[in-house]
C-alpha cells in the first residue's frame, strides 16, 4: 500500500503476482462485498453467494500489503498520517450506507502502530500493554480482533521465515486460515440451524478467504504499477457511489 523502497529490484522476482496486481484483486473484492450489503433484498440469491465469495478475499489482501507497506515504506509517519486520514475521510459514506461501527481502515491503521511498536518497543512488556490497548480499540472496528490478528501473525511468520523480497505459502496460510476457521464455524452453525439463507455468510470465509491463500503465496515482492492513491481514495468512493445508486434505484 505504500510506495515500495527497491521492491522493483533484481532480488524480488519478476513471476507471480506484483502488489499492484493484488491491490486490483483487493478492489474487486470490496466492491462486491460493499454492493452485497449496500444492495441486501435486492438481490437473486445466486448473486449474493456470488459477491459476498468474492468479497471473502479482501481483508487478508489488504491486511498482507500493509505489513508489505510498513516493510517498504520510508516514513512510517506519513504512512499512517495518510492512512489516518482516508480513514476519517472513508467513515462519513461507511457509517451512511454500510454499518454504525468504524471502517476497515481504522483496523488497518490500528495494525499498523502495532507494527511499528513491535520493532521499536523498548521492551515485550510495553509491546504487550499496546497488543492488549489495539485489541481492545479495534472491537470497535470493521474485521476488529481478527483483523489485528491476522496483521501480527503475517508480521511474525515472515520475520520467522526470513525471505526477502517475496512471499511463501508458509507466511501466508495460518493468517488467513485463522479468519476461515473463526468466520466460518458460526457460519456453518447458522446454515446448519437456518438454512441456506445463510450460505452467502459461509461462502465468505470458505470460498472468498481462502482463495487468497494461494494470491498471496504467488506474491513476487514487486510493487508494479504504481496505485497508492488510487487505492486509497477507491475506499470511500465506491461505498459513496453504490450508497447513492441503491438509493435512486431503490428509493
Not at 183 to 195: K, M, N, W
Request: proline share 4%; net charge positive.
Amino acid at each position: 500500500m505504500a510506495a515500495g523502497n527497491g521492491r522493483n529490484s533484481g532480488t524480488a522476482s519478476a513471476k507471480g503476482l506484483s502488489s499492484f496486481v493484488l491491490k486490483v484483486v483487493a478492489i474487486v473484492g470490496m466492491t462486491c462485498n460493499h454492493a452485497a450489503y449496500v444492495f441486501a433484498g435486492h438481490l437473486p440469491f445466486v448473486g449474493e453467494c456470488v459477491l459476498f465469495a468474492v468479497g471473502g478475499v479482501t481483508f487478508p489482501v489488504m491486511a498482507y500489503l500493509l505489513v508489505e507497506g510498513y516493510r517498504h515504506t520510508s516514513n512510517v509517519k506519513r504512512y499512517a498520517l495518510r492512512l489516518a486520514a482516508f480513514a476519517a475521510v472513508s467513515q462519513i459514506p461507511y457509517a451512511l450506507y454500510l454499518a454504525s461501527n468504524a471502517n476497515v481502515l481504522f483496523t488497518l491503521l490500528i495494525g499498523l502502530g502495532l507494527l511499528y511498536l513491535d520493532d521499536h518497543a523498548s521492551s515485550r512488556a510495553w509491546y504487550g500493554a499496546g497488543v492488549v490497548a489495539g485489541t481492545l480499540v479495534s472491537l470497535v472496528c470493521d474485521w476488529g480482533f481478527l483483523g489485528i490478528v491476522m496483521i501480527v501473525l503475517f508480521k511474525y511468520l515472515q520475520d520467522q521465515d526470513g525471505r526477502q523480497g517475496r512471499a511463501s505459502l508458509g507466511t501466508v496460510a495460518l493468517p488467513v486460515l485463522v479468519a476461515v476457521v473463526s468466520l466460518g464455524v458460526p457460519a456453518l452453525g447458522e446454515v446448519a440451524l437456518s438454512g441456506l439463507y445463510a450460505l452467502p455468510a459461509l461462502l465468505y470465509p470458505l470460498v472468498g478467504c481462502s482463495a487468497s491463500i494461494p494470491l498471496l503465496a504467488a506474491y513476487n515482492g514487486r510493487r508494479g504499477k504504481p496505485m497508492k492513491w488510487f487505492f486509497y481514495a477507491y475506499y470511500p468512493l465506491h461505498i459513496a457511489v453504490l450508497g447513492v445508486a441503491a438509493q435512486l434505484l431503490f428509493p
